[in-house]
């Protein structure tokens, strides 16, 4: 168990419909990241945040949006979903959010499913 | 944007050592090498990182050659439950990202 909860574990909707999905990190850890992975695909990563802050971006589609709350859990929205958002969502953390070696700590995920 | 090249796949049979390389030519002096393991649809699992020196823990260690430019991580006795995408990442410091590449798909045989 790594520590990091996310929720749900499977979100079946709809296209055009927007969905939340959620991260707890591990108690103590102050960065958390946002991964999706497809079908088939690998883990792309997607955004970043650091104590409440964005830290960092990568290949996250403007119908996408996260946020960090002051107790450290995260969210992410997704919006006018597509058939080709259906895809593994993960949610990491870490201790730091900067320079630094410590790893990141991976969330069993979300699955969702856009019919 | 992946740093890394691993083989896309070996096998291993079961109760002997895994050797799986990686090489990062391209590796800066102050980037770690990190490894981790996705088994079927999980959540990737932290396995070990390392900078310059030999790491090892309960799990595995890290092998880092003197130039840094490839590393090994060795599995010593591999077990069925070791089946996985294994994974060598070069973090990039700028924006303290971590970029999966394809990995190798590690398959222990009975």
């Known amino acids: 168990d790594s520590g990091v909860t996310q929720t749900p574990k499977h979100l079946i909707t709809a296209t055009g419909q927007r969905v939340t999905l959620r991260c707890s990190p591990r108690?103590?850890?102050?960065?958390v990241y946002w991964y999706q992975q497809s079908l088939d695909q690998g883990l792309q990563f997607l955004i970043q945040?650091?104590?409440?802050?964005?830290?960092a971006k990568g290949n996250i589609l403007e119908r996408f949006s996260a946020q960090q709350f002051p107790d450290l859990h995260s969210e992410l929205n997704l919006s006018s979903l597509e058939l080709g958002d259906s895809a593994l969502y993960f949610c990491a953390s870490s201790v730091a959010g900067g320079a630094g070696h410590s790893p990141l700590h991976f969330g069993n995920g979300t699955r969702l499913t856009v019919t | 944007d992946a740093k890394t090249t691993q083989p896309p796949s070996m096998d291993c049979a079961e109760g002997r050592a895994a050797n799986l390389p990686c090489n990062h030519s391209?590796?800066?002096?102050?980037?770690?090498v990190y490894w981790y393991r996705q088994i079927h649809s999980q959540g990737p699992q932290y396995i070990i990182h390392?900078?310059?020196n030999n790491e090892t823990n309960e799990m595995a260690s890290l092998i880092i050659t003197e130039d840094r430019k490839s590393s090994t991580l060795i599995l010593p006795h591999a077990t069925l439950r070791d089946t996985a995408v294994y994974y060598c990442i070069v973090r990039v410091n700028t924006g303290n990202q971590f970029y999966f590449g394809t990995g190798t798909s590690l398959t222990v045989i009975p």
């Open positions: 391209t590796i800066s002096g102050n980037e770690y």
């Open positions: 945040y650091y104590n409440g802050e964005e830290r």
């Open positions: 108690s103590g850890d102050l960065s």
């Open positions: 390392g900078l310059k």
